[in-house]
């Protein structure tokens, strides 16, 4: 014989308060772990976002970002000339020489600074990034002082605003533009003249050469012969793939913090399911002996008690998903530890994560409940009517 469904839930709302409090215990486990996953899908998906799988990015072996990279101006003509470079209208290769440097400005009210990309493009690199697109102002002009602020720059640091001006490099730069990039990290980034940007830093060799494939299958081919050139120092690597190498590290710090303090409070959440669930095995031992003696098996009694607290878990992990989806609507700024420069981007909820959560919570419930439900089913039958 099974003990019906409407029971578990019967008694639940019998202890409503003390169900209430187990319940809100799990949601806020639930609620942290999944922010944290969020958190890591976010900037990964960001960062991951930002490239094309059409594009190539090449920088200087060894390298880890282009802020740590050099290529020569030679090297950076002859990338463009390679069978592989897509051309665009009159014969034009679809490839951008940039530079990438790091500075740092003061956020809009606070003296705090913080680090922003300053990236040094040609007139290609827009062709290169169609999400790209001008909200307000105008694009800079090539071989002038004018720069664009990705919309991220200008909401958050001083001087990044249409009309204000930035000093850096030796020279006084005015943004006559500001971009929007979606769901990227180009959004937090300041673009300007990379003609213009080598001598105002001193430099004398771009950070990267992006270009665009002629024929995408190609790019296995390119890389093994450009690789093996002895004239070159250099790697190519296809741009999502990059961007997806800085976000490892980062994402990987995060994981690893919260499934940390996912399992410290945990803990408390399973030592509360189970203060609960002995508390309802004590308060219903005639209740139990009465089952027992209309014939109830003792695995019925089992899994009755069992079912009973992954319901706990199960609404935990219900409640603590559904306030950690409103974390999408917030953006947040952060370190990328490989170019050391802010980066914002939002939480993001996949369902892979809602599975991960959902099944994290079930096993809290399953470990909360599963002593007091052997207890339970072990209570023998002539005891439990005694205490009636």
Do not use: C
Not at 24 to 39: E, K, N, Q, Y
Not at 143 to 156: C, D, L, T, V
Not at 285 to 291: A, K, N, P, Y
Not at 321 to 336: A, G, H, K
């Amino acid at each position: 014989m099974k003990i019906p469904f409407s029971y578990n839930l019967k008694n639940l709302w019998t202890r409503r308060l003390t169900t209430g409090l187990t319940i809100g215990g799990m949601a806020l486990v639930v609620f942290v772990f999944s922010a944290v996953l969020m958190l890591a899908e976010g900037l990964k998906k960001t960062l991951v976002a930002t490239g094309s799988p059409d594009n190539v990015v090449v920088i200087r072996k060894g390298s880890d970002s282009e802020i740590q990279s050099g290529v020569e101006r030679i090297q950076a003509s002859t990338i463009e000339t390679q069978p592989e470079v897509s051309m665009g209208e009159n014969g034009v290769p679809l490839a951008a020489k940039e530079l990438v440097v790091v500075i740092v400005l003061p956020k809009r009210g606070t003296d705090k600074g913080s680090n922003v990309i300053i990236r040094g493009t040609s007139a290609t690199s827009l062709l290169l990034r169609p999400q790209l697109k001008i909200v307000e102002g105008r694009l800079p002009r090539q071989g002038s002082s004018e720069i664009m602020a990705g919309i991220n720059i200008a909401k958050r640091f001083k001087g990044g605003g249409i009309g204000e001006t930035l000093h850096f490099g030796t020279r006084d730069w005015t943004v006559v533009g500001i971009f929007a990039a979606g769901n990227t990290g180009f959004s937090s980034e300041i673009w300007g003249d990379v003609d213009q940007l080598l001598p105002a830093f001193r430099r004398q060799a771009y950070s990267s050469v992006i270009f665009k494939l002629r024929d995408t299958s190609a790019f296995e081919d390119f890389k093994k012969r450009f690789e093996n050139d002895p004239r070159f120092t250099l790697e190519a690597m296809r741009e999502t793939r990059y961007y997806e190498k800085q976000s490892e590290m980062m994402a990987k710090f995060l994981r690893i913090l919260g499934i940390s303090l996912t399992i410290i409070f945990s803990l408390g959440a399973i030592i509360g399911a189970m203060i609960t669930m002995y508390a309802a095995v004590a308060n219903r031992v005639s209740e139990i002996g009465t089952l027992r003696a209309l014939g109830f098996r003792r695995s019925s009694i089992l899994g009755a008690f069992l079912l009973e607290s992954l319901l706990l878990g199960i609404f935990g992990g219900f409640f603590g998903l559904f306030f950690s989806s409103f974390l999408q609507l917030f953006t947040i700024s952060t370190m990328n530890f490989q170019t050391f420069s802010e980066l914002a981007f939002s939480f993001d909820l996949s369902f892979a994560i809602a599975w991960q959560a959902m099944g994290f919570a079930l096993i809290m419930g399953f470990a909360g409940g599963l002593l007091p439900a052997i207890q339970a089913a072990r209570m023998p039958i002539v005891d439990a009517l005694r205490s009636a």
